[in-house]
């Protein structure tokens, strides 16, 4: 085994998915203060005297309580370089997390006891299937009343269509939480909470004996409950879960840290390691091959002071080491990485060298964009990542004719982190381009960062229209006559959309002038509202 492969295979890549409010950036933070990344865990809804989490940095994240931003975190755990990808929870920024879990090997879902499989982590759940995935999940918040364990076992294998097989299972009912019995490694565990859930839960081996006579008839009902699980064969397979047709079930309360120790465990043990990466031809990129890296995200101004722009790069193969010059797969120029660093919301830290499956923040990528490639030595690309459909349209003006200049140059900053989609027509002209977008919280989120990163407020003037669709520059004359409907130039492509104010006027103008190019804009084959 080659120094590369050897140092992939210690390599742990994952994101934790779920719907809004099912505990994602707690577990987040949770996570790290198990690996000993951090000291304190925080809280998105942060009580008084308790910081909060580190990983949401943005003003706006921190007032509504929601992850806007993701957030890469590196870690070391028992030997092994965890990176861990935090996404965006609500369902407005669902691009941002397909482009993430491009990055990843295995998802985490988050599930809340009380709620079970909600839209939004279906969705993701989706995603995960299209990508092949695997998934292991967590039902968090066992700390507060919730439903039935059977009954989430059974949502989680009628709704996925994966097989659970839990590897630990809660002693006493959601909101009157004692414990765990840990299936696969044979132990019964009880938890006690330390003060304000901020730092690590104690964890104590009990004997059969002892679990009867301290946890009484919960031990009892668990105990028979796992029993019934060994009866019907819910057993953790690995080349299943490998091959997306299990999940590996955990219970706990990330807010209570736990359950949150023995996650880290089954991902150390069960989660798969860095393989090799198909690229454009479908060839698999060896890992030890030389290096290559797929841009997953981009984000500017996540420090305040600087102003700069990190491109977030996944290592696909090779060694990379700070400092070498790379071939940006798009342009063919060369791209120094002079200035890479691990960044986890506002915190940073500087890396000298990563391997496959490691995330690198490369600093000032002024001409990278999500789905780029970057390679050493032989040229290779990997498949671009596409963007959603855009649902939602606004005109975006400038409320200072003097603001002008900074107005375009942050529509332009947006449009190539991939914030927005921008449209633009020369009959609106440069100064009033099309905002399109899959949720409108994405609008809030441009005029928040135009007006507190480019002093430039704007105006927003909503549209009529609800579809996009690909079209050529033939139709493009036709439909440019149409009422409700228009013509416009997405500018990261130059791709010509037409937008329609629904399905029906679409469908009417089709019946109209037949032999229109008119097509769905897919992201992923089945995606249900995932459409580039």
């Known amino acids: ?22 505990g994602k950036s707690t577990m987040t933070e949770a996570l790290a203060l198990h690996a000993s990344a951090i000291t304190q865990a925080g809280a998105v809804h942060g009580k008084a005297g308790r910081r909060g989490v580190t990983s949401d ?44 879990l491009a990055a990843v090997d295995c998802a985490v879902m988050l599930l809340d006891a009380a709620k079970g499989m909600e839209p939004q982590t279906m969705k993701l759940f989706e995603v995960c299937r299209h990508r092949r995935i695997p998934v292991i999940t967590f039902v968090n918040k066992w700390d507060r009343p919730g439903r039935e364990p059977l009954e989430l076992l059974d949502e989680i294998e009628e709704r996925t269509g994966l097989r659970p097989t ?68 819910a057993e953790h397979d690995q080349k299943a879960f490998e091959a997306h047709e299990s999940t590996p079930v955990l219970f706990g309360a990330a807010l209570s840290n736990f359950g949150v120790a023995r996650l880290l465990d089954v991902l150390v043990d069960l989660a798969p390691a860095p393989a090799p990466r198909a690229d454009v031809e479908g060839a698999a990129q060896p890992l030890d091959a030389p290096f290559s890296g797929l841009v997953f995200k981009v984000q500017a101004n996540m420090d305040p002071a600087h102003r700069d722009r990190i491109a977030f790069v996944r290592v696909c193969s090779g060694r990379f080491e700070r400092g070498m010059v790379l071939t940006h797969a798009a342009t063919g120029r060369p791209f120094a990485t002079k200035y890479a660093q691990s960044v986890f919301g506002q915190e940073r830290a500087t890396i000298d060298e990563a391997y496959p499956g490691d995330v690198v923040g490369l600093v000032n990528a002024t001409a990278l964009r999500p789905g780029d490639t ?159």
């Open 166 to 233: 839990p590897i630990t299972w809660p002693i006493g009912t959601a909101g009157n939480f004692h414990g765990v019995v840990d299936r696969l490694a044979g132990r019964i565990v009880r938890y006690t909470r330390t003060p304000g859930g901020a730092t690590k839960a104690l964890e104590t081996d009990l004997t059969p004996e002892q679990a009867v006579a301290e946890l009484g008839a919960d031990w009892t009902r668990a105990g028979e409950e796992a029993d019934l699980l060994a009866a019907i064969g």
């Open 1 to 22: 085994m080659s120094a590369v492969t050897s140092e992939a295979a210690r390599r742990r890549t994952f994101a934790v998915i779920s719907h809004p409010d099912a």
């Open 374 to 532: 970057l390679y050493e030595g032989k040229p290779v690309e990997f498949p671009p990542i596409p963007s959603f459909a855009p649902e939602h349209f606004a005109v975006a003006r400038s409320r200072s004719t003097a603001k002008a200049k900074q107005f375009r140059r942050g529509i332009d900053q947006l449009d190539g982190e991939g914030v927005i989609q921008v449209l633009r027509s020369d009959l609106r002209g440069d100064q009033a381009p099309v905002l399109a977008a899959v949720g409108p919280m994405q609008f809030e989120v441009v005029q928040h960062r135009l007006a507190t990163e480019f002093g430039a407020e704007i105006v927003l003037d909503r549209l009529e229209y609800t579809l996009a669709l690909r079209t050529d520059a033939e139709s493009a004359e036709v439909l440019r006559r149409q009422r409700g409907a228009e013509v416009l130039t997405r500018s990261r492509d130059q791709a010509l959309l037409a937008v329609f104010a629904d399905q029906w006027r679409m469908r009417s103008i089709q019946r109209e002038h037949a032999g229109l190019t008119l097509e769905p804009l897919i992201a992923g084959q089945g995606l249900p509202g995932a459409t580039a």
């Open 57 to 100: 940095w943005m003003e706006m994240e921190r007032a509504r309580g929601i992850s806007i931003t993701s957030a890469a975190l590196r870690f070391d755990y028992r030997d092994h370089v965890f990176n861990l990808v935090d996404t965006p929870g609500h369902a407005d920024f669902s691009e941002d997390t397909y482009r993430v």
